[in-house]
């Protein structure tokens, strides 16, 4: 559809260097880059209207400067970044323009198919209440579905989009790039547009070309452009790439660099608070936590920790719920706590705190072995949730790659199987040996600051301090339960 | 949904143009008819038809003395304020469209200074060139102003490469005072010419006969054609140049059409009648207040409405201190002023929906 052959360009001096690429049809094609790489020059020269440019640029095998002006407006509109208004100019008007490129004759009337057009478009982008109304009278937003409306008037079969979501709120950031892409999708209508918003592009486009000083830094599609390496370079700051929370496309964020004067010790036993009723712990900040907690599971962050002890023959439909209701009795701010519960004593609660000159680790654990299971023959128990038991919160003052998350995860499970062999304790209904109880619970929390832990198996240095810790703590908290049933309560 | 959208636009358009032709020989009858002599509208008629219509005989039986007052005296003043009118006020509103900008006119880009030295220059050099004879004033004058636009753009290009709106009208403003000060030194160095420079420059369309009208009457023709061919351009330029060159205009050739169309027509004004003011600024503004702003109807209903307020200007200049005579330049800035500061406060009142 538009092929660029060597392209030079730029206003006193050349800011594209050699650039080359093609842009199929139907495509949605996104141009990124910061301020400066050129992606405004790139779609003026796309668009001919950039004087001085060397190259060679072909839309459907056509070069472009053997194409008339009026030629090249029917072959593509240009939604540009700012609109001069200095007229009230009505909305119908303003669209009925962007038929220009088909007008003959001289004095230059519409024709029925014009206005046929204008009527579809306006349709189209939501203005047809607005048609009698003057652009000046417009929100910014408004405005801009209004030029969009006179470049699809043009009936092009390329549409040239600068920043198209610029004065655009979120809804309409969504619904006009939901319309390209459907119009991309079902009249093969290919979209070039420049993103600023990483995300965005990611979400909607097909192919990215990364600009980095008017050369191509990258051009693939949005999973392997979207790279740290690549954006970190390009941007000259820090970005994070994830996983997108629900789409297969790759998820962009910068890293804030200010100063804040953050507590220098964050973990600490002492502030850990036990009662009869409940274990409770605060954070000085915020811990990005992973867990099967009852309350908050999975990725957050919070701040504050709670193991509520409820009866052995405690029956609920909504653990969550009441997790809820006993976390603001005991005064957390529920959308930060994450809570768990045990049928055990939660006095009998283990303690491991150790600190080594990378981080810190502080490891609490609750158990009761009460509905012990062998983890291979768990199909011989009777499905039904009893009161959970063995509960490990493992806190970490160091920054935990998400893998990190994982293997920690591993390792203070294993920590707690050996923990429970070690201890002797058997499934009650096979009388094998137990792996655990069938409601235990864990939670791993970092600080995200401090060093960087990229493992968390068992023979790295964070996997190292958790293991022995998680199984120490298991293993004294076992006993405890075990020594408190046998002194007959 | 459709077909009525079209039949009230057709609709809306056909009053527009019929409410301004209307008020355009409603100008013309009533600058006819009125003066030391006061003629019926019946006698204009029929006397207007008779010359028409020759083979009518729609004249016979009225008075020759009327049919002097009107044929000799008032219709060509009539037709010449028509004119100069319609010239000034479309020209205004190519100016506006062209340069993005609702405060342009033809004289704040210097166009009139310009015709204006030309002109001065010809009574003050008492010059008379072979080949123009008595059509030597104006052929300078506008002359004088197609070069000085091209200067102003000239400049405005050297300034700076984009031509924006900020530069052209800067330097227009510069042209202005540069040429004005030469025209002040013409001023200030003759002797007997000075009462024609005044009245030249205070802007007149009296005692002016039909040889003034054949003068101008070429250039208005082709100017106001000129200007009606870039209608569709100056509307997708009223969107900014570059996305005029977007939608497939293009842009350079428009401009200098429209600057040499709007150039002739000013230069061609202020050469048979002098500088005379706002009727370039306020028309087509309320022509864009009444009519809308699509330049393919905006421009002949300039030319109408510009006309037929000039005729009434020029009615008021000649009747309000009979038996003496206001310059008509200061009747329209009278007019003109007020109005316009109205217009400002309504628009500022109106907020961003008027």
């Keep these: ?489 | 949904m459709q077909k009525p959208f079209i039949q009230t636009f057709l609709a809306n358009k056909t009053t527009h143009y019929t409410g301004s032709v209307l008020f355009l020989v409603f100008s013309i009858f009533l600058g006819t008819s009125l003066g030391s002599v006061p003629i019926s509208f019946e006698a204009i008629a029929r006397i207007i038809g008779g010359q028409l219509l020759p083979f009518s005989h729609m004249s016979e039986g009225t008075d020759p003395t009327l049919q002097a007052i009107i044929l000799q005296i008032r219709l060509p003043r009539v037709v010449l304020a028509g004119l100069v009118g319609g010239a000034l006020a479309v020209s205004g509103a190519a100016f506006q469209g062209l340069l993005k900008n609702p405060l342009a006119d033809p004289y704040t880009l210097g166009v009139s200074s310009g015709a204006s030295v030309g002109a001065v220059a010809v009574l003050f050099l008492g010059i008379s060139l072979p080949f123009a004879g008595s059509f030597t004033l104006p052929v300078v004058s506008i002359t004088a102003a197609i070069c000085t636009i091209f200067i102003v753009v000239g400049f405005a290009r050297l300034v700076d490469r984009s031509m924006s709106m900020t530069t052209i009208i800067l330097t227009g403003i510069i042209f202005s005072s540069f040429l004005g000060s030469f025209i002040s030194l013409m001023i200030s160095l003759t002797g007997e010419e000075l009462r024609q420079i005044i009245n030249w420059l205070l802007g007149s369309v009296g005692n002016r006969g039909w040889d003034y009208v054949h003068l101008i009457l070429p250039f208005f023709v082709g100017g106001v054609l000129l200007l009606m061919f870039t209608g569709q351009e100056l509307n997708a330029m009223t969107f900014g140049e570059e996305r005029a060159r977007q939608l497939g205009v293009h842009v350079e050739l428009q401009k200098y059409v429209v600057l040499s169309a709007a150039s002739i027509l000013t230069g061609a004004a202020v050469a048979v009648s002098g500088t005379i003011g706002f009727v370039g600024l306020v028309i087509p503004h309320i022509c864009r207040k009444l009519f809308g702003s699509d330049h393919r109807h905006l421009i002949p209903l300039c030319v109408l409405n510009g006309s037929a307020f000039l005729i009434l200007a020029d009615l008021l200049a000649r009747t309000i201190v009979t038996p003496s005579e206001l310059p008509i330049g200061v009747v329209t800035a009278l007019i003109g002023a007020p109005m316009f500061a109205a217009i400002l406060i309504r628009r500022r009142k109106g907020g961003r929906s008027s």
């Design chain 1, 1 to 489: 559809m538009i092929d660029v052959q060597h392209l030079y360009a730029g206003y006193d001096h050349d800011i594209l260097h050699d650039l080359s690429f093609s842009v199929l049809k139907g495509e949605m094609f996104g141009v990124l880059g910061p301020n400066g790489s050129g992606k405004t020059t790139l779609l003026k020269a796309i668009n001919g209207t950039l004087p001085g440019v060397r190259g060679d640029i072909a839309i459907q095998g056509r070069p472009i400067t053997r194409m008339t002006a009026k030629e090249t407006a029917r072959e593509m509109a240009v939604l540009p970044q700012h609109h001069d208004v200095s007229f009230s100019t009505t909305v119908e008007q303003t669209v009925l323009i962007g038929r220009y490129p088909y007008q003959k004759g001289l004095f230059k009337q519409w024709t029925n198919e014009d206005y046929r057009i204008a009527e579809e478009v306006m349709e189209q982008t939501g203005v047809t209440q607005f048609r009698h109304q003057s652009l000046l009278s417009l929100s910014g937003g408004e405005r801009q579905r209004v030029f969009l409306a006179q470049a699809l008037a043009q009936k092009p079969g390329i549409l040239l989009l600068d920043e198209p979501t610029n004065h655009l709120d979120f809804s309409y950031q969504k619904q006009m790039l939901d319309a390209l892409k459907q119009w991309s999708l079902k009249n093969g209508l290919t979209v070039v547009a420049i993103f600023h918003d990483l995300n965005l592009a990611s979400l909607y486009c097909d192919r990215l070309l990364l600009l980095d000083q008017g050369k191509v830094k990258a051009l693939e599609e949005p999973e392997i452009v979207l790279n740290e390496q690549h954006l970190s370079a390009v941007y000259r700051s820090d970005i994070h790439v994830h996983a997108h929370p629900s789409f297969s496309k790759p998820f962009t964020n910068v890293v804030p660099s200010f100063n804040e004067d953050k507590p220098k010790s964050i973990l600490s036993p002492d502030e850990l608070d036990v009662s009869k009723e409940r274990v409770y712990y605060k954070s000085r900040q915020p811990l990005k936590c992973y867990s099967s907690a009852v309350l908050h599971p999975g990725f957050g962050w919070f701040e504050e920790f709670i193991n509520v002890q409820v009866d052995h023959s405690f029956r609920c439909d909504d653990p969550a719920g009441y997790l809820m209701t006993e976390a603001e009795r005991w005064g957390c701010q529920i959308h930060r706590t994450v809570g768990m519960m045990t049928a055990a004593d939660v006095e009998d609660v283990s303690i491991e705190f150790m600190e080594n000159e990378d981080f810190t680790l502080l490891v609490v654990v609750t158990a009761g072995t009460g509905n012990a299971v062998d983890v291979v023959h768990g199909s011989s128990h009777i499905q039904e949730t009893v009161p959970g038991t063995i509960n490990t919160w493992v806190f970490i003052d160091g920054h935990l790659s998400e893998q990190a998350y994982a293997q920690s995860l591993m390792t203070a499970t294993e920590a707690k199987v050996r923990a429970l062999m070690d201890m002797g304790i058997n499934d009650p209904v096979t009388g094998t040996a137990a792996t655990g109880t069938s409601t235990d619970s864990v939670l791993i929390a970092g600080t995200q600051q401090g060093t960087t832990l990229e493992y968390g198996g068992t023979i790295s240095k964070l996997g190292r301090a958790v293991g022995p810790a998680v199984y120490k703590a298991t293993k004294e908290a076992a006993a405890r339960y075990l020594n408190r049933k046998e002194d007959g309560f």
